[in-house]
Nanobody
C-alpha cells in the first residue's frame, strides 16, 4: 500500500500549484480521500476531503473558493488544485485515504510522506 504525493514547491503569493497523490495497493474508489497540511509550529489540519461513494466534497474555511480537490479513479490519483496562494498556506501537505469496514468495523488508514509547499516572495 502506497500513497505518493508530488507537485509541491516554492511559489509566489497569488500563484498556483497542483498537488497529486498517486495510490497503489488498495481499492482506491472505496476510500475517503483527504488532503491535510501542517504549517510551521501548527497542528495538522484538514484542507479538503472527498467521500468514497458519493464523492461529497468538503473544504476547510481558509481554502474555500481557492482550492479544489478532485480524483481520477482510473488513475488512482487524487489532486489538490491550489490557486491564489497565500503565505499562510505554507505547510507540508499530506494525502490520506481512510475506510471503515462496515462488517468488521476495522479502519484502514493510509498516509503519504508529505510534500512541502512554500508561498513566499
Amino acid at each position: 500500500v502506497q500513497l505518493v504525493e508530488s507537485g509541491g514547491g516554492l511559489v509566489q503569493p497569488g500563484g498556483s500549484l497542483r498537488l497529486s497523490c498517486a495510490a497503489s495497493g488498495f481499492t482506491f474508489s472505496s476510500y475517503a480521500l483527504s488532503w491535510l497540511r501542517q504549517g510551521p509550529g501548527k497542528e495538522r489540519e484538514l484542507v479538503a476531503r472527498i467521500s468514497s461513494a458519493l464523492g461529497i466534497i468538503n473544504y476547510a474555511d481558509p481554502v474555500k473558493g481557492r482550492f479544489t480537490i478532485s480524483r481520477d479513479i482510473a488513475k488512482n490519483t487524487v489532486y489538490l488544485q491550489m490557486n491564489s496562494l497565500k503565505a499562510e498556506d505554507t505547510a507540508v501537505y499530506y494525502c490520506n485515504a481512510v475506510r471503515r469496514d462496515r462488517y468488521t468495523n476495522d479502519v484502514y488508514d493510509y498516509w503519504g510522506q508529505g510534500t512541502q509547499v512554500t508561498v513566499s516572495s
